[in-house]
């Protein structure tokens, strides 16, 4: 399994931008999917973006297509979710997840980076 570790999380205001980063380690991620999902006080997990590695394609939710970008850098096995507009809505811990591309469960995760949105 590859090991990630995510960063940049923090306490914004509304209408401001945040770039969190996941970075892999353990083995390489050419074959992988990687993604956001995040997790709200009192509310079940939810999935926010992917991008298989490979192609770079990706794939938004409805709630934050248009204001978050996902991207990676292969020289850095890292992935980004650069935010922007962020609403308190967005609120969350976030968590990087990473699967094989042949599989369609996530078998990797982060230790999850806290996102505050205040109003």
């Known amino acids: 399994q590859v090991q990630l570790v995510e960063s940049g999380g923090g306490l914004v205001q509304a209408g401001d931008s945040l770039r969190l980063s996941c970075t892999a380690s353990?083995?390489?991620?050419?074959?992988?999917?990687m993604a956001w999902f995040r997790q709200a006080p009192g509310k079940e997990r939810e999935f926010v973006a992917r991008?298989?590695?490979?192609?770079?394609?990706?794939y938004y939710a409805d709630s934050v297509k248009g204001r978050f970008t996902m991207s990676r850098d292969g020289a850095k096995n890292t992935v980004y979710l650069q935010m922007n507009s962020l609403k308190p809505e967005d609120t969350a811990v976030y968590y990087c997840?990473?699967?094989?591309?042949?599989?369609?469960?996530?078998?990797?995760w982060g230790q999850g980076t806290q996102v505050t949105v205040s109003s």
């Open positions: 353990g083995r390489t991620v050419s074959n992988y999917v």
């Open positions: 997840a990473g699967r094989l591309d042949i599989n369609r469960d996530f078998g990797s």
């Open positions: 991008i298989n590695w490979s192609g770079g394609s990706t």
